[in-house]
């Protein structure tokens, strides 16, 4: 059981807007900010957001990141093919002396 | 070209202590915070561990602590995880990460097997 909570999968359309949303709690999304991973299979997992709403150099602006209260979520925008992969959302959490935590992700199927 | 690479995985037995080492090179090693990440087969992402700079802060998650150690060796510039007392669950691949929490840059990743 996953301290964040995503759905455990997505699917949209090629040019379709779909978003992810990520729920925690007070300790961790609701006092810290929130990052998002891509994992492709088989690779490495790519920081995609960072600091809620912020692009590492190379993200496309399709992605884009929120956060309101313990909630956060990742849109993705123009979906293309390519964005099929698991998307994680993940913050630190100041319970038990500090610790990060991850949702348990989401499977995102490009139909 | 910041690399990170990892090392020392392999399969041991329950009750097995296992230690991982992860190489760095392509950046200031001692300016970074470093992690470790693991993920069981088909699994999710689990946070493992990470140290400060210079070694004198350390976290752990809850399921590893008191059986993992986070070290690392500024001179050689070289992250370590020491695993005892693993236990089936512990089985996964475990990634090395440039970086307290935002984690733009990680290392391939190295399967730890634990079983009889």
């Given at each position: ?21 990520c729920?925690?709690?007070?300790s ?5 900010t929130?990052?998002w ?21 190379g ?19 123009g979906l ?10 993940a913050a ?9 935590v ?8 490009v139909l | ?8 995985g ?10 991982l080492s ?6 200031t ?5 470093m992690?470790?990440?693991r993920?069981?087969?088909g699994k ?10 210079d ?9 590893v ?11 050689k510039n070289s ?25 733009v840059y ?11």
């Amino acid at each position: 059981q996953s301290v964040l909570t995503q759905p455990p999968s997505a699917s949209g359309t090629p040019g379709q807007r779909v978003t992810i949303s990520c729920s925690g709690s007070s300790s961790n999304i609701g006092s810290n900010t929130v990052n998002w991973y891509q994992q492709l299979p088989g690779t490495a997992p790519k920081l995609l957001i960072y600091n809620n709403n912020q692009r590492p150099s190379g993200v496309p602006d399709r992605f884009s990141g929120s956060k309101s209260g313990t909630s956060a979520s990742l849109a993705i925008s123009g979906l293309q093919s390519e964005d099929e992969a698991d998307y994680y959302c993940a913050a630190w959490d100041d319970s038990l002396n500090g610790r990060g935590v991850f949702g348990g992700g989401t499977k995102l199927t490009v139909l | 070209e910041v690399q990170l690479v990892e090392s020392g995985g392999g399969l041991v037995q329950p009750g097995g202590s296992l230690r991982l080492s992860c190489a760095a090179s392509g950046f200031t090693f001692s300016s970074f915070s470093m992690s470790w990440v693991r993920q069981a087969p088909g699994k999710g992402l689990e946070w493992v561990a990470n140290i400060n700079e210079d070694g004198s802060e350390k976290y752990s998650g809850d399921s590893v602590k008191g059986r993992f150690t986070i070290s690392r060796d500024n001179a050689k510039n070289s992250l370590d995880l020491q695993m005892n007392s693993l236990r089936a669950e512990d089985t996964a691949k475990y990634y090395c990460a440039r970086g307290r929490w935002n984690y733009v840059y990680w290392g391939q990743g190295t399967l730890v097997t634990v079983s009889s």
